[in-house]
Antibody, heavy 116, light 110 residues
Framework: EVQLVESGGGLVKPGGSLRLSCAASGFSFSVVTMNWVRQAPGKGLEWVASISSHSDYISYADSMRGRCTVSRDNGKNTMYLHLSSLRADDTAVYYC?????????WGQGTLLTVSS | QSVLTQSPSASGPPGQRVTISCSGSSSNIGTNTVKWYQQLPGTAPRLLIKSNNQRPSGVPDRFSASKSGTSASLAIGGLQSEDEADYYCAAWDDSLNGYVFGPGTKVTVV
């Protein structure tokens, strides 16, 4: 069974940084592209970043470029999202998703709240 | 402002057919496949339509999708109470070099 489990969310002050993790199981993690998608409270879905199977192709949404870094450790079946210079409008549930160009599995998400 | 546009809401009684539209441009829907995602209240999104009109296993065949030019649509035939959810269209955008989602359509069964 495919499982994606996000962690690392919490309350962060504006200007702070945080690293989110996504632990994958139930499939060959090292051969698939992985992605982050976020959803602000009461809002729609927003793609954040994607990373190819061997990290040779990485892309970011314009809204996040320069403030986030996506990475992965295929030996640990885990993807990461490092966020910095956080703002209130970064408050959202961050979902880990599998696949490209189809996001066929989603985790349950981890909530990041940016507030003083 | 979303690159893809969707009507904010749709509704109908049980058994009725409901159609949701998604409008884009030549850089997204016009040249790339459209995916549809369903988000039930309080849950994570799930893939509903893989690529234009392909359903993953487990998705009822009352869900169907189509695309024409720079627009796409999702139809729910025989609306059921468990279909109450937000529905999002999505596609890769060649100009933005990234994925774009529509703002979502809330479907209500009245």
């Amino acid at each position: 069974e495919v499982q994606l489990v996000e962690s690392g969310g919490g309350l962060v002050k504006p200007g702070g940084s945080l690293r989110l993790s996504c632990a994958a199981s139930g499939f060959s993690f090292s051969v698939v592209t992985m992605n982050w998608v976020r959803q602000a409270p009461g809002k729609g879905l927003e793609w954040v970043a994607s990373i190819s199977s061997h990290s040779d192709y990485i892309s970011y949404a314009d809204s996040m470029r320069g403030r986030c870094t996506v990475s992965r450790d295929n030996g640990k079946n885990t993807m990461y999202l490092h966020l910095s210079s956080l703002r209130a409008d970064d408050t959202a549930v961050y979902y880990c998703t599998r696949g490209d160009p189809i996001f066929d599995y989603w985790g349950q998400g981890t909530l990041l709240t940016v507030s003083s | 402002q979303s690159v893809l546009t969707q009507s904010p809401s749709a509704s109908g009684p049980p058994g009725q057919r409901v159609t949701i539209s998604c409008s884009g441009s030549s850089s997204n829907i016009g040249t790339n496949t459209v995916k549809w995602y369903q988000q039930l209240p309080g849950t994570a999104p799930r893939l509903l339509i893989k690529s234009n009109n392909q359903r993953p296993s487990g998705v009822p065949d009352r869900f169907s999708a189509s695309k024409s030019g720079t627009s796409a649509s999702l139809a729910i035939g025989g609306l059921q109470s468990e279909d109450e959810a937000d529905y999002y269209c999505a596609a890769w955008d060649d100009s933005l070099n990234g994925y774009v989602f529509g703002p979502g359509t809330k479907v209500t069964v009245v």
